[in-house]
């Protein structure tokens, strides 16, 4: 770790850092946020389109009750 004997040495060890690594660091923060947005985006889909496979299948099975039960009716 550097120690730095006043704050002028410190500010230029920041302007250093951010010359050599700032391209990199932008680029893993912008990747990190479209990860995060990406994942809460998919999340929500898969949870959406379950939802919608739920309500086909209850509305198929609701179906077939009631075709078993019309045959049962002219039997």
């Given at each position: 770790m550097e120690t730095?004997?006043?704050e002028n040495d410190q500010v230029d060890a920041l302007k250093r850092f951010f010359a050599e690594n700032g391209k990199a660091l932008a680029v893993g923060v912008i990747l990190?946020?479209?990860a995060l947005v990406g994942w809460?985006?998919?999340?929500?889909?898969?949870?959406?389109?379950a939802g919608l496979r739920e309500g086909d299948f209850r509305a198929e099975i609701e179906y077939a009750r009631s075709a078993v039960r019309g045959r049962e009716i002219r039997g």
């Open positions: 730095f004997n006043n990190g946020i479209g809460r985006y998919w999340t929500s889909h898969q949870q959406d389109t």
